[in-house]
């Protein structure tokens, strides 16, 4: 029987560019040491000037689809979640649906931030139940546009890319079987950039004055996150009807190795079941997490029937969590 919605193919773009830690010793003052206790990060990715948010999220949507077996004009919706698209308008998913040559997908962006994905593959999941078939998923940032260089506290933590999955029908009891997205406004001012919008438009003022960068309130949104990973992780659980115990893989955004390593031991995880590649890519936003899946998945690490739990969280203040059951593709 045909009723669940699942992830049928997974993809993954990353820019050539390596900014190491050491690199950014000579650009601010900072350390390797500190930078690796603090948060884990080694270096990260980040686009030369003519890449956009389109170019890696077609990267990673071309290997989704073909991970998959879907060809492009079967999809019927494509969903990019980025903070950072090409421009305020068209919609980056138009750009790339058209790069694909996906004729029949309707296409449109999705604004929540580092939560993006989880936002994605919610919208995208009820989407399928109601009709649209084959729904590509892509979460991609160019964040480093939006990061000032200069400001030690926030330039360590970032790095660009894509992940992308296309989400249909699979058997019953696969596939995302718990759920949910939230949000608390009231948080808006702990991570925002302030200008480049309809509030502050972009003018000589606001350039000068750097509020087109990201501006981080980080012990605040790092004690939300901890906060906020377990709070979620345990009510999908609970929704699912399964203990955190019979998880077999839990894929966080990946911030900060001390955000996950402090939720995983509140939620009583094992190391060996958590999936951390932060120190390789820094914080890439809404792509961490399908990137950390294609990971796994290129890894042969998700089998058929095992639990993934993924817990997005970031700016807005917003957050979401999908438990999904790997496997059930119907051939
Ligand atoms: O996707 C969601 C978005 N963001 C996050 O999830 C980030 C959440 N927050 C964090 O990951 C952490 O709060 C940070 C990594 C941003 C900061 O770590 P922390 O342990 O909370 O450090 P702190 O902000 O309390 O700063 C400690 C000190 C400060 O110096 P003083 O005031 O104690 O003299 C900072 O100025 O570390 C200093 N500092 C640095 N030193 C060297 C801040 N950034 C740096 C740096 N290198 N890059």
């Known amino acids: ?43 990260r990715y980040i686009a030369d000037p003519e890449i956009a948010a389109s170019d890696l999220g077609y990267e990673a949507a071309l290997q989704a689809l073909a991970a998959a077996g879907v060809k492009a ?8 979640a980025t903070t950072t698209p090409d421009m305020p308008f068209p919609a980056t998913a138009c750009i790339i649906q058209d790069r694909l040559k996906a004729k029949g997908a309707a296409a449109f962006d999705l604004a929540a931030a580092c939560s993006g994905f989880i936002y994605g593959l919610e919208v995208g999941r009820t989407m399928v139940k109601a009709g649209y078939q084959r729904v590509l ?11 000032d260089y200069s400001d030690r506290s926030t330039c360590v933590l970032f790095g660009d890319g894509a992940g992308a999955a296309v989400l249909g029908p699979v058997e019953t009891g696969y596939g995302i079987i718990a759920s949910e997205i939230g949000a608390d406004g009231s948080g808006a001012g702990l991570l925002h950039v302030p200008a480049g919008g309809s509030r502050m438009p ?13 501006k981080m309130s980080g012990s ?3 004690k939300f996150a901890v906060r906020v990973i377990c709070d979620s992780s345990n009510r ?13 893989w839990f894929v966080p955004h990946q911030a900060n190795v001390r ?38 998945d290129e890894a042969g690490q998700l089998k058929s029937g095992d639990l993934v739990l993924l817990v997005g969280f970031g700016a807005g203040l917003t957050w979401g969590s999908a438990l999904v059951r790997w496997g059930g593709m119907i051939l």
């Open 1 to 43: 029987m045909i009723s669940d919605v699942g992830i049928l193919g997974l993809g993954k773009a990353v820019p050539n560019r390596i900014l190491t830690n050491a690199d950014l010793e000579a650009m601010v003052d900072t350390s390797d040491e500190w930078i690796t206790t603090r948060t884990g990060i080694k270096q």
């Open 73 to 80: 004009d079967e999809l019927d919706l494509i969903i990019a």
């Open 137 to 147: 998923v892509i979460g991609v940032d160019v964040i480093s546009r939006l990061i």
């Open 202 to 214: 972009a003018q000589l003022e606001t350039i000068e004055n750097k509020s087109h960068y990201v």
């Open 220 to 222: 605040e949104v790092f």
């Open 236 to 248: 999908v659980l609970e929704k699912a009807g399964t203990a955190c115990s019979e998880v077999s």
């Open 259 to 296: 955000i996950i390593k402090a939720a995983a031991d509140r939620l009583n995880i094992d190391r060996e079941r958590i999936y951390v590649n932060v120190d390789r890519y820094g914080n890439t936003s809404a792509a961490s997490i399908p990137i950390a899946l294609t990971e796994l």
